[in-house]
Structures are given as C-alpha cells and as structure tokens.
C-alpha cells in the first residue's frame, strides 16, 4: 500500500481534498460559480463571447408553460432536454426522433408526449438539480456526432473534457459511450475516458472503471491513435473560458458536431479527476508548473502555445 501511494504522488496524482485546498479554493471565487452551475447563463455567455454552443429552441421555467411544449418541440424531429442546473449527465431526455405522436430515443424506445411533458415537470420540481432546487428545462438541438468519434462511441454523443489552469490546458480526455452507460458519456456509469495528447490530440490508452482497455466493446474499434478533429480550435476554446467565468480552474466540455464543429456544452468549477487515469499521469506537476509561469502567459495563443510544448506525453 505504501509503495503504491509513493508512486502515485511521484506521478503527481492528487486527490479531492488537495484539489480544493490548493488550487480550487485559492483561485474559484464562489461568487462566480452561478457562471457555470446554470447552463442557461454559460450559454449566453460564451455565445456572446462568439464560442460555439448548441442552438437553444427553448426554456421552460414554470409548470404551467407545459401546456405550450408540443407547439414548441412540433417543428422539430429530434432535440434534447436538460436541467439548466443538473450534474453528471442526469435527467437529460434525448429525442432522436419521431414516429407518428411518439418520440424516439436513441435505444429505439418510444415516448408518450405525457411522458415528456411528465419529464419536463420532474426537471423543473428540482429532481435532477444540484442540491434539489427548483430548476428550469432547457430544449437544445441534437448534436450530430462527428463520423471520427462516431466509431468509437455506441448511440451517445462523445465529449470531451480539457481541464484548464488560468487558461493553460493542462489534461484532456475524450468520454466515449456505451451500452452499458445506456449511450451517456458518463464514466461512472459505464462510459470509457481515453486520454488525449494535448500536443496533437490524438487519444491514449483508454479506461473504463478501474480496467485498461484498447478496443470500444460494442463496435470493436481500436480507441487509441484517433486525431480528434479541430484540435487548436478546441484548446483554444477552453482557454478562451478563462476570461468567460474568471475561474482559475475549471474543467471545459466540448462536443464535435459533424456540421458545425466544436460547440461548448458547459463549464463545471469543480471536474472531477478520473481524468487522471484516463490519462495515467496526475495533475499536480502541470498545475505547479502554470502556477509558476501563469504571470508570463497572457493571451489564448500565449496559454495554448505553453501548454503544447510542456504537456508532451513522455
């Protein structure tokens, strides 16, 4: 046991309680955490600032703006619905499609327009939101997985986390679906994060739970070795998000639309670190290292040209 904590500090693995002592409580303000903990304002944010997001067809707020969904969703075949304060992938209805009055989800299961409407309410009761308040419900449009990611993802849409210190990218991982995380990128259910080469963007090794895996278990194709497309504009984006919230760090996800490109799907002031293994390496040297240097890194190109020619996999 000994041994193995000694190698994981000599890899620079951190753990929650150093995360939020040295570098989530010095430089995340709570007052700015509203900025990222509702999706609605970190979309208006970023789109003013002129970083991609998904279009919004709609908000509904209070129950009795229910009796107006159908006319909302009625010229849309397919669209997604997601608590404007939720976590962790929770309580977001995709709708791929639709068949006569029913609407299809990505497994093929077909719902009542009572059920969405049902669904909506449990959102807005504060079911699927952080701390159980009151929430509203957000209607977005339906990525369209890039073909690259596509054959490495079962039904969902694959994202892709950057953790960022004051702008600097520091670690990457891209969360790739399965059946058995019922086609959400969500590790702890079942989703496998591969790392990603900051330099070049390109996955890793890949983990799902606590195995390493080489191949996607529901199409068989090899995980590693994929250059993600638009890498630049994809770390440039997360950098940009410096300047968005003011956060020192936070994790940025970033989704890959095979029309419109990288979008941002939201921010979050408090990533998690199974990004670590994703990657097999930990965060406290890059953190240190930004720490250091963060005076001397002043613009987007500056933080991202930094972090390309520091964070090589060795």
Known sequence: MLKTLQALREKGV???????????????????????????????????????????????????????????????????????????????????????????????????????????INTLSGMYSLGGHPDSALIEYRIQVDPLLESISFQGVPDIRIIVFFGVPVLSMVRLPTRLSNGKANLHQGAIGAGVDIPNGVTLDAVSFNDVVTEHPDTGNPIAGVSIPEWDKLLYFASQCYELTGLGYQGIDIVLDKDKGPLILELNARPGLNIQIANMTGLLHRLRLVEKHRHELGSAKTRVDFAKTQFARK
């Open 14 to 120: 951190i753990g929650i309680n150093q995360r939020n002592a040295d570098f989530i409580l010095p430089y995340n303000p709570r007052h700015l955490y509203p900025l990222v903990d509702d999706k609605l304002r970190t979309k208006k944010l970023a789109a003013e600032k002129g970083l991609g997001v998904p279009e919004l067809y709609g908000v509904v707020e209070i129950v009795r703006q229910t009796q107006d969904l159908p006319q909302v969703l009625a010229p849309y075949d397919d669209f997604v619905i997601k608590p404007a304060h939720g976590s962790g992938g929770s309580g977001i209805l995709i709708v791929s499609g639709r068949r006569k009055k029913l609407f299809r989800k990505p497994s093929g299961a077909l719902l009542k327009e009572s059920e969405v409407i049902h669904h909506v």
